[in-house]
C-alpha cells in the first residue's frame, strides 16, 4: 500500500529555502557530517512520498504531513528490511522537519504534535563493527611507513590518532593546528551537537604527529590536509584545507589493503578504544568522557567485560566423550 498522497495546493510554486523546512533544518545542524547524513534521510522519505527515484526534500509538502501519513512512512521503512536503528534515524530527521516547519508558522501546533507522536521502533542491538587487533593497527602503520612520500607521514600520524583517542571520523576531519596542544599531549576535540571535549595521545602518537607537522608546517588550518598526485599539499593561500569524514576512512581502508588485512571502518577504532580502556579498569565516566558519548549507556554497551564472562561461564560446561550406546538385550 503506497502512502496516502500528500498534496500542496502551491505545488508549481518555487519555495525560497530561507522558508523550505529542509534548507532551514539542514541548516541548523552544525557539522557537515550531520547535514550530510540527514540530508539523505529526508531526500529517501522525499521518494517514499513522491513515487519518484530522483526526488529531494527541498520544496515537498512537509507541512501537510499528518499522522496517517507518518504512521504509513514508518511501515514502509521498515518493510523495506532496514534495521531498527536506521529507520528510528530517519524518523527522527522526519520530525525535526516537521518542527521547522512549525516553527516557520507552516504547520499549527496540534498538527505537528500529532503528527511527530510517533514511538520510535524499540530494538536491543549489538554494538556496530568489529574489534581491531594490535597486530592490524601495527600492520597499517608499517604500511604507511614504508610509504616515504608526505601521505605516508600524514597517515600515519592520521591512524595513531584514531587508534589512540577514539574519535569519530568526522572529529578528526575537524582538527586544526590550534587545537593540539604538544605539551599537555592533547587535542581539543568537537562533538555532536558542538560539545567540545579534550583527548590525549599516546607519546608514540605525538611522535608521529610531530612528523606529520615537519612535513605540513605550522600554518593555521587544518591538522591534516588532502595531498594531491604530486605530493603536494592542498593549503589554497598557504592555510591547509580540511579532509572529509569520507576521506578518512579512504585512508584508513587503502592503508589496510596495502598491509593485507581486512577492511575496518573508523568506526572499529572507537569501538576498540572503548573496549581497550573498559578492559583496563577505567572507569565508566571516564570512558564516556573521553569519546563524547551523552549518556554513560551507551558507552556501556561496549563494554567486552561481561561477554567475556560469559565465555568463561561456557567453558566450565565438559563436553561429555564419545560413548556408544549399548543395544537393547534381547
Not at 107 to 131: F, I, S, V, W
Not at 236 to 250: C, E, F, V
Request: aromatic share 4%.
Amino acid at each position: 500500500m503506497d502512502v496516502p498522497v500528500v498534496r500542496d495546493p502551491g505545488a508549481g510554486v518555487a519555495v525560497s529555502p530561507a522558508t523550505d523546512p529542509y534548507h532551514v533544518y539542514l541548516d541548523a545542524l552544525t557539522s557537515a557530517e550531520s547535514r550530510r547524513a540527514m540530508r539523505g534521510c529526508l531526500d529517501r522519505i522525499a521518494r517514499v512520498l513522491t513515487g519518484d527515484d530522483a526526488a529531494t526534500g527541498a520544496g515537498q509538502p512537509w507541512h501537510l504531513l499528518r499522522y496517517e501519513h507518518t504512521v504509513r512512512i514508518r511501515a514502509i521503512l521498515t518493510e523495506r528490511g532496514w534495521s531498527p536503528s536506521y529507520v528510528n534515524k530517519h524518523l527522527v530527521a522526519l520530525r525535526r522537519v516537521m518542527r521547522e516547519a512549525w516553527r516557520l508558522g507552516r504547520m499549527d501546533a496540534e498538527e505537528y504534535q500529532r503528527a511527530a507522536d510517533l514511538p520510535t521502533l524499540q530494538h536491543t542491538r549489538l554494538p556496530a563493527g568489529q574489534h581491531v587487533p594490535p597486530e592490524v593497527t601495527g600492520a597499517a602503520l608499517a604500511a604507511c611507513d614504508a610509504d616515504t612520500t608526505p601521505a605516508g607521514v600524514r597517515d600515519g600520524a592520521l591512524l595513531a590518532v584514531l587508534y589512540s583517542t577514539g574519535c569519530r571520523r568526522a572529529e578528526i576531519a575537524a582538527l586544526t593546528l590550534a587545537d593540539y596542544d604538544t605539551a599537555a599531549r592533547s587535542l581539543r576535540v568537537r562533538g555532536k551537537r558542538d560539545k567540545e571535549r579534550l583527548v590525549y595521545l599516546t607519546a608514540p602518537a605525538v611522535a608521529r604527529v610531530e612528523a606529520w607537522l615537519a612535513v605540513r608546517g605550522r600554518d593555521a588550518g587544518a591538522l591534516f590536509c588532502p595531498i594531491n598526485r604530486a605530493g603536494r599539499l592542498r593549503a589554497p593561500g598557504g592555510r591547509p584545507a580540511a579532509m572529509t569524514g569520507q576521506a578518512i576512512a579512504d585512508i584508513l581502508t587503502r592503508r589496510l589493503a596495502a598491509a593485507g588485512a581486512a577492511r575496518r571502518t573508523p568506526h572499529d577504532f572507537r569501538r576498540t578504544f572503548i573496549g581497550e580502556l573498559l578492559d583496563a579498569g577505567v572507569d565508566l565516566a571516564t570512558t564516556q568522557a573521553l569519546v563524547g558519548h551523552a549518556s554513560p549507556v551507551t558507552t556501556a554497551r561496549y563494554d567486552r567485560r561481561p561477554e567475556s564472562r560469559r565465555r568463561e561461564a561456557v567453558d566450565r560446561l565438559p563436553m561429555p566423550a564419545p560413548t556408544p550406546l549399548r543395544p537393547p538385550p534381547g
